[in-house]
């Protein structure tokens, strides 16, 4: 019996590799000019750093980690990988450094959930943090920098969705509200909401069970919530950042239910949407964390930043289907066809041959399959020094001086 992938994984075949390395060099030239720095952490942490960092009443925390004892150590496989950046930025002391730090990485991270569309067990995320600023301006040029890159993979219809949960104090009274509010339905709401009521009532706002969207719907529990009451601090922190997005042209909108699902963010957090994803929507999701550097062991240091979801990032991005080999070498001496092809290489063009002494025809009927050009080099060619090249769009061809075709390739 042939073995398969594990539920919730897939292979990444070439094709879409391909199209994923132009995704990753978009963001390594988008990055580059916005000062971020490439870093990569491992994928198995202390089990520890994700209770700590991502926070023990996630979701997350709870259900999606794959975790497992070796030589006696808890280890987690990343389930995401800021509270990783956030271990390394302090391992290393980039405290240190000249602030902001702005580390950007891309991998793999695991979470044990159910497979549908958009939603796998091992996923790839590419994300930005930044280190050490407070000021408003700071969310903006994160939040500038992921329209930029989207833009920049040629993505449309995106719309950022922007929210503040304020510092500590803001949520607790907002936390106060909601349960209050809801308390009287809790019974009626979904397993999930039950739990959340005790340990972290914000995501009850999150929640995509139908029966619990009826109900708040039903009471208006929504509308009674209404947004979150942030202190003057929390609001001009607010304020501003909306005022640089003006500034930068970024539109957005207020979405005051966006809570996110990992604990540690305070103040500002957004997501990016596109209709085109279906149900699983989000294709980017960040925000502040001015609280996880200290709750890791660090010195109290702000911090912002997002990631974004390779493979739905994928599924938005028009295929381009081009034939990727630029000369088919074709010939019934396979030495000299290595050579040839060899050579071609050399002058940084992508070529390849029949490896067979079959038929000339044969061969160039792969080669117009696969590639713009075939080379042919028969036995007339070899005893001339010289390669007939032909077009495989239009089929026509010349016959020229082989040094000269070498040389002229660039
Ligand atoms: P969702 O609400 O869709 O579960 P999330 O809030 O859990 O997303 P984050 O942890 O913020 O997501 O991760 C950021 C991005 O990573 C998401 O917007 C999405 O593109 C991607 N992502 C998250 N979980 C998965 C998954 N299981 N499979 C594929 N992509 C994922
Ligand atoms: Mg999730």
Redesign the pocket.
């Known amino acids: 019996m042939i073995i398969k992938a594990q539920k919730g994984t897939k292979d990444v075949l070439p094709e879409e590799y391909i199209q994923w390395k132009n995704i990753l060099n978009k963001a390594d030239e988008i990055f580059k000019y916005a000062n971020f720095k490439q870093i990569s952490t491992p994928i198995f942490e202390a089990t520890e750093l994700f209770k700590r960092g991502v926070g023990d009443s996630t979701d997350i925390v709870n259900k999606e980690m794959y975790t497992f004892e070796k030589s006696e150590r808890s280890i987690t496989l990343r389930p995401?990988n800021t509270a990783g950046v956030v271990r390394a930025y302090l391992e290393h002391n980039m405290q240190r450094e000249i602030q902001p730090v702005k580390l950007w990485y891309f991998g793999p991270m695991f979470?044990y959930?159910r497979p549908q569309a958009?939603?796998?067990r091992q996923?790839h995320?590419l994300g930005v943090e930044m280190f050490g600023i407070e000021d408003a301006s700071a969310d903006a040029d994160c939040i500038y920098t992921a329209v930029k890159f989207f833009e920049a993979v040629g993505l449309k219809n995106l719309s950022v969705e922007l929210n503040s949960l304020g510092c500590n104090s803001c949520r607790n009274k907002f936390r106060e509200k909601i349960k209050n509010l809801i308390e009287p339905v809790l019974s009626e709401l979904c397993f999930d909401c039950q739990k959340r009521f005790s340990t972290n009532p914000l995501r009850i706002l999150d929640c995509k069970n139908e029966t619990c969207k009826q109900i708040f719907d039903e009471k208006q529990i929504l509308e009674k919530i209404s947004h979150i009451e942030l202190c003057e601090e929390c609001s001009t922190h607010y304020s501003q950042l909306k005022s640089h997005l003006d500034m930068l042209n970024v539109k957005y909108i207020e979405n005051p239910f966006l809570v996110?699902?990992?604990d540690y963010y305070t103040r500002t957090v957004f997501e990016i949407k596109s209709e085109n994803l279906g149900s699983?929507n989000?294709?980017?999701?960040g925000g502040r964390y001015d609280n996880l550097v200290e709750t890791l062991g660090g010195p109290k240091t702000p911090a912002v930043g997002w990631?974004?979801?390779m493979?739905?990032l994928y599924s938005l991005t028009e295929k381009d289907n081009v034939k990727n080999i630029d000369y088919f070498v074709i010939s019934d001496n396979i030495s000299e066809a290595l050579k040839l092809t060899n050579e071609i290489r050399n002058r940084n063009k992508t070529a390849e041959m029949d490896y067979s002494k079959r038929k000339f025809t044969k061969q160039i009927e792969k080669a117009s399959k696969i590639a713009d050009f075939a080379v042919i080099i028969g036995e007339s060619e070899i005893a001339k020094h010289t390669i007939t090249i032909k077009n495989l769009k239009n089929f026509e061809q010349t016959e020229i001086d082989r040094d000269i075709f070498i040389s002229s390739i660039n």
């Open positions: 995401e979470r959930e958009g939603r796998q996923f995320q996110r699902g990992l699983q989000a294709v980017c999701g990631a974004v979801g493979e739905r």
